[in-house]
């Protein structure tokens, strides 16, 4: 055991906890659709930008942060700590102020120009406190940031709270996480120093081999990610209906928590420990494969009996998140050090932009196929995001597990 090893043992919890309670405003407004469906008088298309707007504001937050190298510049706690306090300000505005989309997507698209500053700069504290094991390390952040933004539809499926109180509870959560990562996360001794302001260090990410297979699967796990966690409610809900209600089904809040919350934190503490060993590169194409057959099987299970449904959405809960801390570690491995933070900023931002499209195609899919048809065209971006980190495998080289030597930059 080294000497690091109790302190960055401390921080793994520390830095996880911080971003299952600052990550329950992301999801909070989209938990109460179906309530804001009927106090606005929105349909369906128009409640999506509910989510869609905070896909945008975090792409436009993460680019902003990537172009000035913000995670690698400000102290990356302070930067966590005022982000998840705005992320919460804008919340409570929200349940405050909004009475229709006019008001709410604004304020959602602050909401998420403000988490961008949480979990990119998340990313980078936990590689600062891990070399050997920073698989596993990265898992388990991904994994607090699954549980978190699934905490909404956990409180919506046990608690019969008006909307506003359920983005209250959320905006207090992310004030606890912002209190948190102010008082007691730091820095880990593999943190660089501040580096110079180059911007054009973004265009190395996408011109070399391995930064560039590696940001292609990543766009792959993100075509299918948010949009299985924005509407997955919506497919349990429907399945439910098309069954006429089954008395032993459990609410679609509670199913979709164990689905999304649970299993995949399962899925990514796993994945984790897995990839130290076996190869990240390997282990997320076996991953992306899994999940993008769980969206045949989820358009072959649709309305059939809970037990089974809820089978298959646990398999695909675990795996639709259980490479996306492998990829964060494979950009945090083959970037240049001193550049790790606007790596992996600028990788979330070409991911989360993408979501803003399937989100959005999802329900128009739904509406006029089925949801049948909707789940089965997600599996379309895993299956090729596994081609692309099967290459990247081929890629690699015994003094990176994860990819080639690391991409370098001259200020």
Same mark, same amino acid.
Request: proline share 6%; with cysteine.
């Given at each position: 055991?080294?000497?690091?090893?109790?302190?960055?043992?401390?921080?793994?919890?520390?830095?996880?906890?911080?971003?299952?309670?600052?990550?329950?405003?992301? =999801?909070?407004?989209?938990?109460?659709?179906?309530?804001?469906?009927?106090?606005?008088?929105?349909?369906?298309?128009?409640?999506?930008?509910?989510?869609?707007?905070?896909?945008? #504001?975090?792409?436009? #937050?993460?680019?902003?942060?990537?172009?000035?190298?913000?995670?690698?510049?400000?102290?990356?706690?302070?930067?966590?700590? &005022?982000?998840? /306090?705005?992320?919460?300000?804008?919340?409570?505005?929200?349940?405050? =102020?909004?009475?229709?989309?006019?008001?709410?997507?604004?304020?959602?698209?602050?909401?998420?120009?403000?988490?961008?500053?949480?979990?990119?700069?998340?990313?980078?504290?936990?590689?600062?406190?891990?070399?050997? &094991?920073?698989?596993?390390?990265?898992?388990?952040?991904?994994?607090?940031?699954?549980?978190?933004?699934?905490?909404?539809? /956990?409180?919506? #499926?046990?608690?019969?709270?008006?909307?506003?109180?359920?983005?209250?509870? *959320?905006?207090?959560?992310?004030?606890?996480?912002?209190?948190?990562?102010?008082?007691?996360?730091?820095?880990?001794?593999?943190?660089?120093?501040?580096?110079?302001?180059?911007?054009?260090?973004?265009?190395?990410?996408?011109?070399?081999?391995?930064?560039?297979?590696?940001?292609? &699967?990543?766009?792959?796990?993100?075509?299918?990610?948010?949009?299985?966690?924005?509407?997955?409610?919506?497919?349990?809900?429907?399945?439910?209906?098309?069954?006429?209600?089954?008395?032993?089904? /459990?609410?679609? &809040?509670?199913?979709?928590?164990?689905?999304?919350?649970?299993?995949?934190?399962?899925?990514?503490?796993?994945?984790?420990?897995?990839?130290?060993?076996?190869?990240?590169?390997?282990?997320?194409?076996?991953?992306?494969?899994? *999940?993008?057959?769980?969206? /045949?099987?989820?358009?072959?299970? =649709?309305?059939?009996?809970?037990?089974?449904?809820?089978?298959?959405?646990?398999?695909?809960?675990? *795996?639709?998140?259980?490479?996306?801390?492998?990829?964060?570690?494979?950009?945090?491995?083959?970037?240049?050090?001193?550049?790790?933070?606007?790596?992996?900023?600028?990788?979330?931002?070409?991911?989360?932009?993408?979501?803003?499209?399937?989100?959005?195609?999802?329900?128009?899919?739904?509406?006029?196929?089925?949801?049948?048809?909707?789940?089965?065209?997600?599996?379309? #971006?895993?299956?090729?995001?596994?081609?692309?980190?099967?290459?990247?495998?081929?890629?690699?080289?015994?003094?990176?597990?994860?990819?080639?030597?690391?991409?370098?930059?001259?200020?």
């Amino acid at each position: 055991m080294t000497r690091l090893e109790g302190p960055a043992r401390t921080q793994l919890a520390l830095i996880a906890a911080v971003q299952v309670l600052a990550m329950a405003t992301w =999801f909070s407004a989209s938990a109460v659709v179906p309530a804001l469906r009927g106090e606005w008088g929105i349909s369906q298309g128009e409640a999506t930008w509910l989510t869609a707007s905070v896909q945008l #504001g975090f792409v436009t #937050g993460a680019v902003l942060a990537a172009v000035f190298s913000l995670p690698d510049r400000v102290p990356a706690h302070r930067l966590v700590a &005022g982000s998840a /306090l705005a992320g919460a300000a804008t919340t409570a505005c929200v349940a405050a =102020f909004a009475d229709g989309l006019a008001t709410a997507v604004p304020l959602r698209f602050a909401t998420g120009v403000a988490l961008a500053g949480v979990y990119p700069p998340g990313l980078k504290l936990m590689a600062s406190w891990f070399d050997r &094991g920073r698989g596993f390390a990265l898992g388990a952040l991904v994994g607090a940031l699954t549980l978190g933004s699934s905490l909404p539809q /956990l409180i919506t #499926g046990v608690a019969d709270l008006p909307w506003r109180s359920v983005l209250y509870v *959320s905006c207090a959560l992310a004030v606890a996480g912002a209190l948190l990562a102010a008082r007691t996360v730091r820095p880990g001794p593999y943190a660089a120093p501040a580096p110079p302001f180059a911007p054009r260090y973004i265009v190395a990410l996408f011109r070399d081999r391995g930064p560039r297979l590696a940001n292609l &699967g990543y766009l792959g796990h993100m075509w299918e990610l948010y949009a299985v966690w924005t509407w997955l409610p919506a497919y349990i809900a429907a399945g439910q209906a098309a069954r006429q209600g089954d008395a032993e089904a /459990l609410p679609p &809040g509670v199913t979709a928590f164990l689905a999304i919350g649970v299993a995949g934190v399962a899925g990514c503490l796993l994945a984790g420990r897995l990839g130290d060993r076996v190869g990240r590169a390997r282990l997320a194409a076996l991953a992306m494969v899994t *999940s993008g057959t769980c969206c /045949l099987l989820a358009a072959l299970v =649709f309305g059939g009996h809970p037990l089974l449904v809820t089978a298959v959405l646990i398999v695909w809960g675990a *795996s639709v998140i259980a490479d996306s801390g492998l990829f964060s570690a494979c950009v945090s491995e083959v970037a240049d050090p001193r550049y790790v933070g606007t790596a992996l900023t600028t990788q979330t931002a070409a991911g989360f932009l993408l979501t803003v499209l399937t989100i959005q195609l999802t329900p128009l899919l739904a509406e006029a196929a089925g949801w049948r048809a909707a789940v089965a065209v997600l599996g379309i #971006g895993p299956l090729a995001g596994a081609i692309a980190m099967v290459r990247l495998q081929r890629h690699m080289t015994p003094a990176h597990p994860a990819a080639t030597g690391r991409t370098k930059v001259h200020p």
